[in-house]
Protein backbone atom coordinates (compact mmCIF):
# COMPACT_ATOMS: atom_id res chain seq x y z
CA UNK A 1 0.00 0.00 0.00
CA UNK A 2 1.55 3.23 -1.45
CA UNK A 3 1.78 6.48 1.14
CA UNK A 4 1.29 9.60 -0.57
CA UNK A 5 4.18 11.67 -0.43
CA UNK A 6 4.72 15.43 -1.23
CA UNK A 7 6.66 16.14 -4.68
CA UNK A 8 7.94 19.63 -3.54
CA UNK A 9 11.74 18.10 -3.56
CA UNK A 10 10.99 18.77 -7.24
CA UNK A 11 11.97 21.89 -7.26
CA UNK A 12 15.70 21.60 -6.25
CA UNK A 13 18.59 18.84 -7.54
CA UNK A 14 19.01 16.18 -4.54
CA UNK A 15 22.78 14.96 -4.93
CA UNK A 16 24.01 11.86 -3.42
CA UNK A 17 27.94 11.28 -3.40
CA UNK A 18 28.80 7.69 -2.36
CA UNK A 19 32.29 7.28 -0.96
CA UNK A 20 32.52 4.56 -3.76
CA UNK A 21 30.93 6.38 -6.94
CA UNK A 22 30.09 9.00 -8.81
CA UNK A 23 27.19 11.72 -8.49
CA UNK A 24 23.75 11.13 -8.62
CA UNK A 25 20.69 13.08 -8.62
CA UNK A 26 17.40 11.46 -7.17
CA UNK A 27 14.52 10.75 -9.52
CA UNK A 28 11.84 9.30 -7.60
CA UNK A 29 10.76 8.68 -3.83
CA UNK A 30 7.83 6.61 -2.83
CA UNK A 31 6.95 5.31 0.67
CA UNK A 32 4.70 1.99 1.56
CA UNK A 33 4.03 0.24 4.24
CA UNK A 34 6.78 -2.22 4.48
CA UNK A 35 6.36 -6.01 3.19
CA UNK A 36 9.02 -7.45 5.28
CA UNK A 37 7.50 -6.38 8.83
CA UNK A 38 4.53 -5.26 7.85
CA UNK A 39 4.95 -2.33 10.77
CA UNK A 40 7.09 -0.14 9.20
CA UNK A 41 7.41 2.25 5.95
CA UNK A 42 9.64 1.37 3.50
CA UNK A 43 11.02 4.41 1.31
CA UNK A 44 12.14 3.64 -2.01
CA UNK A 45 14.09 5.90 -3.92
CA UNK A 46 15.38 5.82 -7.36
CA UNK A 47 18.83 8.29 -8.31
CA UNK A 48 20.48 8.88 -11.70
CA UNK A 49 23.83 9.58 -13.15
CA UNK A 50 24.32 12.04 -16.13
CA UNK A 51 25.29 8.91 -18.14
CA UNK A 52 22.06 7.20 -17.51
CA UNK A 53 22.57 4.54 -14.76
CA UNK A 54 19.71 4.40 -12.47
CA UNK A 55 19.74 2.53 -8.90
CA UNK A 56 17.03 1.82 -6.72
CA UNK A 57 17.67 2.56 -3.44
CA UNK A 58 15.10 1.20 -0.63
CA UNK A 59 14.72 0.60 3.15
CA UNK A 60 12.43 0.24 6.25
CA UNK A 61 12.74 2.92 9.02
CA UNK A 62 11.33 0.14 11.68
CA UNK A 63 12.99 -3.20 10.68
CA UNK A 64 15.87 -1.60 8.54
CA UNK A 65 15.56 -4.32 6.06
CA UNK A 66 17.69 -2.62 3.07
CA UNK A 67 18.49 -2.82 -0.71
CA UNK A 68 20.58 -1.07 -3.47
CA UNK A 69 20.14 -2.15 -7.26
CA UNK A 70 20.70 -1.40 -10.52
CA UNK A 71 17.23 -0.53 -12.15
CA UNK A 72 15.41 0.34 -15.54
CA UNK A 73 12.82 3.26 -15.43
CA UNK A 74 9.30 2.86 -16.59
CA UNK A 75 8.50 5.94 -19.36
CA UNK A 76 6.47 7.68 -16.38
CA UNK A 77 10.00 8.51 -14.47
CA UNK A 78 12.04 8.65 -18.02
CA UNK A 79 10.49 12.10 -18.35
CA UNK A 80 11.52 13.44 -14.75
CA UNK A 81 14.64 11.13 -15.22
CA UNK A 82 15.76 13.95 -18.02
CA UNK A 83 14.38 16.93 -16.61
CA UNK A 84 16.21 16.49 -12.94
CA UNK A 85 19.36 15.64 -15.34
CA UNK A 86 19.13 18.94 -17.10
CA UNK A 87 18.37 20.46 -14.05
CA UNK A 88 21.79 18.60 -12.38
CA UNK A 89 23.25 19.50 -15.06
CA UNK A 90 22.74 23.69 -14.76
CA UNK A 91 23.03 24.19 -11.36
CA UNK A 92 25.40 23.85 -8.67
CA UNK A 93 23.66 21.68 -5.65
CA UNK A 94 23.54 23.75 -2.45
CA UNK A 95 24.35 20.26 -0.33
CA UNK A 96 25.70 16.87 -1.48
CA UNK A 97 24.48 13.92 0.88
CA UNK A 98 27.01 10.78 1.39
CA UNK A 99 23.75 8.53 1.65
CA UNK A 100 20.35 8.71 0.56
CA UNK A 101 18.48 8.30 3.51
CA UNK A 102 19.74 11.59 5.40
CA UNK A 103 19.34 13.46 2.10
CA UNK A 104 15.45 12.39 2.24
CA UNK A 105 15.23 12.83 6.27
CA UNK A 106 16.31 16.12 5.21
CA UNK A 107 13.80 16.72 2.84
CA UNK A 108 10.82 15.34 5.32
CA UNK A 109 12.11 17.40 8.09
CA UNK A 110 11.46 20.72 5.75
CA UNK A 111 8.48 19.56 4.43
CA UNK A 112 9.30 18.53 1.02
CA UNK A 113 8.29 14.94 0.95
Given at each position: MSIETRNEWC????VLRPPTGRLRFLVHVNK?????CSSGVRT?????TVTGFTEEVAWCGHCFNATCYA????PTQRERFEAMRS???SETPATVWDAARPALEDLERRGLL
Open positions: REVVERCPYTSIWGVRLPAFL
